[in-house]
């Protein structure tokens, strides 16, 4: 419980100090990952990793860690390119298949307009028996439109005609752009329908692990599960 409450105290601050919240959920993130596998010598990629947060504790962790994104404003957002970094699309990653042990790719599904393409390519390069970690903010959570939460909850024009009004600007992320409506249901089903990966374990991420249970009630999960985490096996 005093995870969740350090996670949320940070996201409350998440636009003021982005490194101290990106920061923290690396380390939170690889911490996770490491209950599955041993992430020292192993190769991971780092899906749409942004400015290469995970990228940098996966390689603290002495793992061999490659970041793959997408908008060079991201990647360079905290002031250089990060080392090793790869401009590239996840839907089409430069990697051979099965490259990987493990692949990563945080809170970057609901910014994709096909997440089975992206799962099905990060499946790819992930070695059998290897690991996929994945999580996104889902769509009816209390942050599912980002910075222009909770107005998403009366439709995508509405939200974004007022985060234009109160700001002056338009808001970072276009619904139907660069934000799309990702659902825990379907996602779920999605992940038990593919032959290519197993599921080890679905929760929500910033909680603690017995508010799995969550995830058995249709309806409210879709509210209270803010983030969905799911750790694959390759198959």
């Not at 910014?111 to 089975?116: A, E, F």
């Not at 969550?214 to 999960?221: E, I, S, T």
Request: charged share 20%; net charge positive; aromatic share 10%.
């Amino acid at each position: 419980m005093l995870r969740s409450v350090r996670l949320f105290r940070l996201f409350l601050s998440e636009q003021s100090d982005p490194d101290g919240f990106y920061t923290a959920l690396a380390s939170d993130a690889v911490s996770q990952i490491a209950r599955f596998v041993t992430v020292r010598g192993k190769t991971v990629l780092d899906i749409g990793g942004g400015a290469g947060y995970v990228t940098d504790e996966m390689r603290a962790q002495g793992a061999h860690c490659y970041l793959f994104e997408l908008d060079p404003s991201e990647m360079l957002s905290r002031g250089g390119t990060p080392a090793g970094a790869v401009l590239a699309d996840g839907y089409w990653l430069p990697v051979r298949d099965g490259g990987a042990d493990v692949c990563v790719s945080s809170n970057v599904l609901e910014h994709v307009r096909d997440p089975g393409g992206l799962i099905e390519e990060m499946a790819r390069a992930t070695k059998p028996g290897g690991l996929i970690y994945l999580s996104f903010t889902n769509w009816f959570s209390p942050w599912g439109g980002h910075e222009m939460s909770p107005w998403h909850y009366f439709g995508a024009k509405a939200a974004q005609q007022r985060y234009l009004r109160k700001h002056g600007k338009q808001p970072k992320h276009t619904v139907g752009k660069s934000l799309y409506p990702v659902h825990v249901g379907p996602v779920l089903k999605m992940m038990r329908e593919r032959t290519d990966v197993r599921v080890v374990s679905a929760r929500p991420r910033y909680y603690p692990r017995w508010c799995r249970v969550l995830l058995y009630v249709p309806g409210l999960r879709e509210v209270a599960t803010w983030n969905l985490l799911l750790i694959l096996r390759r198959t």
